[in-house]
């Protein structure tokens, strides 16, 4: 699997660019969108080239505006829950396919460890609860448009613990072999695929597949390996090419 490496925190302020920070946002709360594009736009470095309310139109928007920064909500669709989706790590990384250069900041209103650890795997640059306040999150545009991260030292110890140890071990094993058996040889494939850490897109382009039969192949080998993400599903990979000991 290809993994991102965890880059450390920022070692202090980042100054503001000489030109305008070009920035995008996504969010599919109106009004978050709007305080957030009004909080930006009264800082003179900082230029909003573009928002969206949900994942279609961000992935059509941002490589035509080509924003260095892209802030993203992490759950889109109305819901906002431990056990709702998170589309907007979807969003990333698919962005961070199409545009390797831009840096994601993700925004959520729940300090979770899986979702940090999806964000983290999908590329993005920092993670920020929605309670920041609004010169923490200017400054953290920029802190990732510098090129660092915006993970503290304890998330940063998170991730690694959940690199080291990804699935708990031990008894999971047995489950995943039971569904990895359930998987047709196709499914194998895509499996195979997710676990180089491509896209749904890419998936498509690699089996001359459409990328709506790669979704739903995807949702079926989650269901069949009982896991709720590909990141998970991506980790199973990991696990077969380790021998056991």
Do not use: W
């Amino acid at each position: 699997m290809n993994q991102q490496p965890v880059p450390p925190a920022p070692a202090g302020p980042v100054a503001a660019p000489e030109t305008p920070l070009r920035v995008f946002i996504l969010d599919d709360h109106e009004v978050v969108r709007r305080g957030v594009r009004d909080l930006l736009e009264a800082e003179e470095d900082i230029e909003v080239v573009g928002e969206a309310g949900d994942a279609r139109q961000a992935l059509a928007r941002v490589p035509a505006v080509r924003p260095q920064v892209a802030v993203l909500d992490v759950r889109l669709g109305g819901t906002d829950g431990p056990d709702s989706d998170h589309e907007g790590i979807e969003v990333c990384r698919e962005l961070r396919a199409r545009v390797p250069e831009l840096a994601c900041l993700m925004l959520t209103s729940f300090d979770d460890d899986e979702a940090l650890f999806d964000a983290i795997m999908a590329g993005a640059s920092g993670y920020v609860l929605k309670q920041i306040d609004g010169t923490a999150l200017v400054q953290a545009i920029r802190t990732v448009a510098a090129g660092q991260s915006m993970l503290d030292p304890r998330t940063a110890t998170r991730v690694m613990e959940r690199l080291r140890d990804p699935g708990g071990a031990g008894a999971a094993a047995e489950e995943e072999t039971s569904g990895l058996d359930r998987l047709s040889p196709r499914e194998r494939e895509v499996l195979d695929l997710i676990g180089e850490g491509l896209t749904n897109r890419q998936i498509a382009d690699r089996l001359f597949l459409s990328e709506k039969t790669v979704k739903n192949r995807v949702s079926a080998i989650l269901s069949k390996l009982g896991v709720g993400r590909r990141v998970q599903a991506a980790m199973v990979v990991e696990r077969l090419r380790v021998p056991r000991t």
